[in-house]
């Protein structure tokens, strides 16, 4: 996967404490590690970090960032995963 952002940083997410106690969408239960998030966004506590780049939106300024990714052909645990075209959210 590519994935090309105006967004500065990029938070992990891969579901450690998931435990089967909640159901997804079509009834799985959701089990440690069974899905990931990638989130582009400011660093953590930018606010307080001078060096950081800046996370105030003065008014009438407007707001707007860009995050494409792109997802590859892929095998994964022996499944052919199919080239998938980019996804844009803005």
């Keep these: 996967m590519e994935v090309s952002t105006t967004q500065p940083g990029m938070q992990f997410y891969s579901g450690n404490f998931l435990n089967g106690t909640l159901v997804g969408k079509e009834r799985p239960r959701l089990r440690k590690n069974s899905g990931c998030c990638f989130e582009t966004q400011h660093f953590p506590d930018s606010p307080n970090?001078?060096?950081?780049?800046?996370?105030?939106?003065?008014?009438?300024?407007?707001?707007?960032?860009?995050?494409?990714?792109?997802?590859?052909?892929?095998?994964v645990k022996g499944v052919l995963c199919v080239p998938v075209s980019s996804v844009s959210l803005w």
Excluded: A, D, K, N
């Design 49 to 75: 970090q001078p060096s950081f780049p800046t996370t105030v939106l003065q008014p009438g300024e407007r707001y707007q960032h860009t995050t494409v990714f792109q997802v590859f052909g892929c095998v």
